[in-house]
């Protein structure tokens, strides 16, 4: 059984979400970092190369911005020479190159450049990323400390105001490892999501793969013994019709036995027992992130009431995937007195739903079992109790059971 539903929806959106957080921070990010650079320069430098600096500054960050997505793809498709990427290290090196240039304008010039290294770093591999921080570092130490040394009003501000230049470089370091460090989360996850795909595909090749194995020796030997009869009797037809006649009922009897078999082998196959649909769920619920503990004490449980309780459990987990931002679960079945009793509970439960169907398909089918489907809702604890009496069992005296909570809503709609 595999551990998962392929495409469960709980998964898609957390997907969904940790891209757009992606995105948002690194534009957030970007844009942080222009506004800093123009609120850090504003009147470091006058006339025509204060204009420059500015509207360079403003296309760097828009040109940072349309570079997003190129972080997003695969590690694959990685093009740290798409256009972009060219124009936007064009672009804020020649911010910082101006700034340095005699008079020094300041530090704070140098953020289109830090963010220009992070999203280079982030298109490249292996050592490659290390090259291009240290070496995005060299450029902004480099440069700062020539403008500095070639401007000597700049060198007394900055032994005077040390402590905020120190700030503010720390800061370029942080902006450089930004990109990075946020793409590198996002494709983390992506390679999370990859494997619990991969393992699923894998468990369901698993079952298959059991599956035809089971059908193969089953058939295999009933079909190598109707074709050596077949030929037998092909023989013995012309000379000896009887002997022929009594080897082809036998193919006939051999060739219902294959048949009986398969139709076994495919009802096993297709009947899911409670115990194993009951490991199966609490796997999902765990992939999910959900803490959930499962009891399972029925031994004698009949087949048929398994496979209603089967789908019961199957039922549950569904609901508490797509309906809830659960965290935690539990899954109970049990024989009590003269009936059997599946509880599944859930916290943070999301809002009851009066147009579903699943619970109510599930009521008709307990029902043929003279059964019962109760829903309970406190708080933000959902509770499911599905109830089938024992079939023909002697039970003891009833044990009276504890009358339901008040505060609590029946329902059968989630």
């Not at 010039?109 to 070496?135: E, P």
């Not at 930004?178 to 992506?190: E, G, I, M, R």
């Not at 009947?271 to 649909?277: G, I, L, M, Q």
């Amino acid at each position: 059984m595999t551990d998962t539903w392929p495409g469960a929806p709980r998964v898609t959106a957390d997907l969904r979400a940790m891209r757009l957080f992606t995105v948002f921070s690194l534009g957030l990010g970007m844009l942080v970092g222009g506004f800093v650079q123009v609120v850090l320069g504003v009147g470091t430098a006058t006339g025509v190369r204060a204009v420059t600096l500015m509207v360079a500054t403003i296309a760097a960050v828009l040109v940072a911005l349309a570079a997003i997505p190129l972080l997003l793809r695969a590690p694959d498709e990685a093009t740290p020479r798409h256009p972009l990427v060219l124009v936007l290290l064009a672009l804020s090196g020649a911010v910082w190159v101006l700034a340095v240039v005699p008079p020094f304008a300041g530090w704070g010039w140098a953020f289109t450049l830090a963010m220009a290294g992070g999203v280079l770093s982030c298109l490249v591999r292996g050592w490659w990323r290390a090259t291009v921080i240290l070496g995005c570092w060299a450029a902004i130490g480099l440069g700062g400390l020539i403008g500095v040394l070639a401007t000597p009003r700049a060198a007394v501000a900055w032994r005077a105001e040390a402590g905020a230049e120190a700030v503010v470089i720390s800061t370029l370091a942080l902006v450089t490892l930004l990109p990075l460090s946020a793409v590198w989360v996002l494709q983390v996850v992506l390679r999370l999501e990859h494997a619990r795909r991969l393992a699923s595909d894998l468990a369901v090749a698993k079952e298959r793969l059991r599956f035809a194995t089971d059908l193969h020796d089953i058939q295999g030997h009933n079909l190598q013994v109707i074709a050596l009869k077949s030929e037998l009797a092909e023989r013995l037809l012309p000379d000896r019709p009887e002997r022929a006649g009594r080897e082809i009922a036998e193919i006939r009897r051999i060739a219902q036995v294959a048949l009986d078999d398969t139709r076994a082998v495919v009802n096993d196959y297709r009947t899911v027992t409670v115990a194993a649909e009951a490991r199966n769920a609490a796997a999902v619920l765990r992939s999910a992130g959900i803490r959930c503990t499962a009891r399972i004490e029925t031994p004698d449980l009949p087949v048929a009431l398994g496979a209603v309780f089967a789908v019961a459990i199957r039922e549950a987990v569904t609901n508490v995937l797509r309906h809830s931002r659960a965290t935690e679960a539990t899954l109970e079945l049990v024989r009590v007195a003269a009936e059997y009793r599946l509880t599944v509970t859930n916290n943070a439960a999301g809002v009851p739903r009066r147009d579903g169907t699943g619970l109510a398909g599930l009521a008709e089918r307990v029902a043929a079992q003279r059964g019962t489907v109760e829903t309970t809702r406190e708080d933000d604890t959902f509770m499911l109790i599905v109830r089938a009496p024992v079939p023909d069992a002697d039970v003891p005296d009833a044990v009276p059971e504890a009358p339901t909570p008040p505060g609590r809503r029946r329902g059968l709609r989630r």
